[in-house]
């Protein structure tokens, strides 16, 4: 991934960065009642899933 490629120097210290992503939603016309709580546990859910599986991914609701 690009953003694992990327270099950042802060004072002497030569900085690497990571990324992981929890990515919820719906569709229009889904049965299932989501609420904004809801959602947003979900999209929690699917970030620790990410970070707890390696790094530089991201996932969805569909992935867990």
């Known amino acids: 991934m690009e953003i694992e490629k990327t270099n950042t120097v802060s004072g ?4 690497k960065f990571t990324i992981s992503v929890g990515v919820a939603g719906y569709k229009a016309g889904d ?3 989501y ?3 809801k959602i ?9 899933f990410a970070k707890h ?3 530089n991914r ?3 609701r569909r992935d867990i």
């Open 53 to 55: 599986n390696g790094r």
């Open 58 to 60: 991201v996932i969805t």
């Open 12 to 15: 002497k210290e030569n900085i």
């Open 40 to 48: 947003s546990k979900l999209a929690d859910t699917c970030l620790y």
């Open 31 to 33: 049965t299932y009642n």
């Open 35 to 37: 609420t904004p709580e």
